[in-house]
Structure formats: structure tokens, C-alpha cells
């Protein structure tokens, strides 16, 4: 595969990133069978408390609807490895800020696999007291993984 050409659809209806075969999950997640990784983005845990501190109220189901559908895309594939690609929390406080059932439910998904936060532009800082690794940037098989494109980012 030439480098400029980063993904390629193959029959199977699967995508190819730099030689290396993913799904996308209609949950928005991508998972990389041989890699044994799913990368999920922008998850904006709390949110809703996030606004409720700001007195725009909403529904605090937020939270846990989306720990669901973390539940179920982790259930179906059994990865390794989950890098969370950026806004895992709505804000800087907000894995403090994680009742606790939703911290209990949170470290149960991740216990028995490598975890790892990329810092966004919604929590740049490392989540509050949860295992993991939290990084700028991570590189897993030839492909970088950030929430915001780099500045020296070549156009595919």
C-alpha cells in the first residue's frame, strides 16, 4: 500500500489503515482484530454534571448510558488493549467527579486489559485516580493515535 493512501475499503466491507485490518463498529468504536485494539473517542463521561455546574440542567443518564455502550462494544470483541482517543470526560474534573458506581463499573471494564487515555481537548489531564496510562500520542503499529490532528499531519 502507498503511503498516501491511508485506509482502502476490502470486500469484506472491513477498512485496511496502514496495512492494518479494522471494523467499525456501528457504535462508532474501531477495532483492530489483530491487534487485539479498540480505539473509542470523545465519550464525554459526566457531562451532565459538567453542565449542571454551570446550571444548565439535563438528565443525569449520560453517564451511564454511555458506560453501556462501552459495556457492550468491549463485550462483543474482547480486546486487549482499549485506547480511548480524547474527551473521555466532559471536563478536566470530571473522572472526580464519577459517582462512585460509575467508578467501580469503569475499573471493572477495564480490569485484565492495557488501558490507555489520549488526552483531549475536554481532559487534558490524567482521569482522577483510574488505572491506565494517559499520553499526548500513542503509536501502535505504524499508526499515531491523537485527539487533534498534528500540526505536521500530511494530507491523505
Not at 439535563?58 to 463485550?75: G, K, N
Request: proline share 7%; glycine share 8%.
Amino acid at each position: 500500500m502507498n503511503e498516501h493512501a491511508a485506509h482502502r475499503r476490502s470486500f469484506s466491507g472491513d477498512i485496511v489503515v496502514a496495512d492494518n485490518a479494522a471494523v467499525c463498529d456501528p457504535s462508532g468504536a474501531l477495532y483492530f482484530p489483530e491487534l487485539g485494539l479498540l480505539v473509542v473517542s470523545d465519550l464525554h463521561l459526566e457531562k451532565g454534571s459538567s453542565l449542571a455546574r454551570r446550571g444548565r440542567l439535563m438528565p443525569p443518564y449520560d453517564t451511564a448510558a454511555t458506560l453501556l455502550r462501552l459495556q457492550s462494544v468491549l463485550a462483543t470483541y474482547a480486546p486487549r488493549i482499549v485506547l480511548s482517543l480524547g474527551d473521555s470526560f466532559h471536563d478536566g474534573e470530571g473522572a472526580a467527579r464519577l459517582p462512585a458506581a460509575f467508578r467501580v463499573q469503569l475499573e471493572a471494564l477495564m480490569l485484565g486489559r492495557e488501558w490507555i487515555w489520549v488526552a483531549g481537548n475536554h481532559d487534558p489531564d490524567v482521569p482522577a485516580d483510574l488505572p491506565g496510562s494517559c499520553v499526548q500520542e500513542s503509536a501502535i503499529a505504524g499508526l499515531a493515535f491523537r485527539h487533534e490532528p498534528s500540526r505536521n499531519a500530511v494530507p491523505g
